[in-house]
């Protein structure tokens, strides 16, 4: 079974750096469709960096130029470094792959104080 699991949430000071893994198991996924969200409190779901079609990415506007995302495919796993962070980046992140269906993992709590 497909199972992606999330990593290095925590609490950081505005302006400082955070990176997140994610880990994938249960086969081998290409990068399409791979990709990062965050809930922020009060606000629905959001994208916040994908993966698509030739490992182009994109970025929401609210972190283009502050966030990265990366993956190592030896580990199955994907990144998202995350610069310059904001208390408007307050927000639960989520981790996901499409494989015949979306998947998610179980979300790491990201704080941001100012």
């Known amino acids: 079974q497909v199972r992606l699991v999330e990593f290095g949430g925590g609490l950081v000071q505005a302006g400082g750096s955070l990176t997140l893994p994610c880990e994938a198991s249960?086969?081998?996924?290409?990068?399409?469709?791979m990709g990062w969200y965050r809930q922020a409190p009060g606000k629905q779901r959001e994208w916040v960096a994908v993966?698509?079609?030739?490992?182009?990415?994109n970025y929401a506007d609210s972190v283009k130029g502050r966030f990265t995302i990366s993956r190592d495919s030896a580990k199955n796993t994907m990144y998202l470094r995350m610069n310059s962070l904001k208390p408007e980046d307050t927000a639960v992140y989520y981790c996901?792959?499409?494989?015949?269906?979306?998947?998610w993992g179980q979300g790491t709590q990201v704080t941001v104080s100012s």
């Open positions: 993966f698509t079609a030739g490992d182009r990415t």
């Open positions: 249960g086969g081998i996924f290409s990068s399409n469709g």
């Open positions: 996901s792959l499409y494989a015949r269906s979306r998947y």
